[in-house]
C-alpha cells in the first residue's frame, strides 16, 4: 500500500497530517535539520511503529517536538538554565533532555521549521522528532531518498522538496552538563551562556549588597 503523499505548501495537508497522528499513524515531516518520523509522543503503540520502521533499539528513547516551550511544561521540570538556553536557541536545532515531572528524562526541542511547529501546535502535544532513516544510516534530505525508503512503511510522506544537508540537532543533557551528540549548537555556546547568566546575577547580588551596606551606614551615623 503506497504512503499518502501530502504538500507541505498546502494549507489543507496540516490538517491530515495532523488527523493520521491522532489516529496513531506514521508521518514523514520536514524539519529544519532533515526529515523526520512523527508520531503522537503520548501514543506508545505509534512509538513502537517507529522503532520497527527505522529498526531502531529499544534502549535508545525517541525525543519530541513542541510547539512551543510551554506545551513541555506538563511533562517535564523546567529550570531556569534550561529557561534560558530555549529562549537563547529556540527554535532551533538544539534538543535539551530534562527530568520529567515524574521518574526518569525527555528530550525536546522546539524546531525551526514551521510545519514541524504547526503539527505540534495542531496535535496539542508532542511529537516524535527522531530522523527520517534507518538506525546507522545518514539522515535523508531529498524527497527522493524519503520515497525510496519509507514509501508504503509509512501511513503519510509530507513533501517539502529538497531540505538543506545540515547537521542534526545538538544534544544537551541540562542536568548532567553533558554533550549527548555534537551538533550545529556547540557546547561552548551553550557553556558561554550559562556563565554569562552566572556572572551577571553574581553581579546584581554583589551590587545590591553594596547597595544595603551603604542604606545600612548611613542609618548608624
Not at 508521518?27 to 517507529?50: H, L, M, Q, R, V
Not at 525508503?149 to 510522506?157: E, H, L, Q, T
Not at 554569562?196 to 549588597?209: D, E, F, M, P, R
Amino acid at each position: 500500500m503506497k504512503s499518502i503523499i501530502l504538500n507541505a505548501k498546502k494549507k489543507s495537508s496540516l490538517k491530515e497530517a495532523t488527523a493520521i497522528l491522532k489516529k496513531g499513524g506514521i508521518i514523514i515531516y520536514p524539519t529544519e535539520t532533515s526529515y523526520g518520523i512523527g508520531a503522537d509522543f503520548s501514543n506508545e503503540d505509534a512509538k513502537e511503529k517507529i522503532y520497527d520502521i527505522k529498526e531502531r533499539d529499544r534502549d535508545k528513547p525517541l525525543s519530541g517536538i513542541v510547539s512551543r516551550v510551554a506545551m513541555i511544561k506538563r511533562y517535564a521540570k523546567i529550570t531556569h538554565e534550561t529557561q534560558l538556553l530555549c529562549k537563547q536557541f529556540m527554535p532551533g536545532p538544539l534538543t535539551l533532555v530534562v527530568p520529567t515531572n515524574g521518574a526518569g528524562t525527555i528530550a525536546f526541542r522546539v524546531p525551526g521549521h514551521g510545519f514541524a511547529r504547526k503539527l505540534s501546535a495542531a496535535l496539542k502535544r508532542p511529537i516524535t522528532a527522531t530522523s527520517a532513516n534507518v538506525s546507522g544510516n545518514e539522515p535523508l534530505y531529498s524527497i527522493s531518498g524519503v520515497m525510496e525508503a519509507f514509501d508504503g512503511k509509512v501511513d503519510a510522506i509530507v513533501d517539502a522538496g529538497n531540505l538543506p544537508k545540515r547537521r542534526p540537532s545538538t544534544i544537551y543533557d541540562v542536568e548532567n552538563d553533558k554533550l549527548l551528540r555534537e551538533g550545529p549548537i556547540t557546547l561552548e555556546q551553550i557553556h558561554s551562556l550559562i556563565s554569562l547568566n552566572i556572572s551577571t546575577k553574581n553581579a546584581s547580588i554583589n551590587q545590591s549588597g553594596s547597595k544595603l551596606s551603604g542604606v545600612s551606614n548611613t542609618r548608624r551615623t
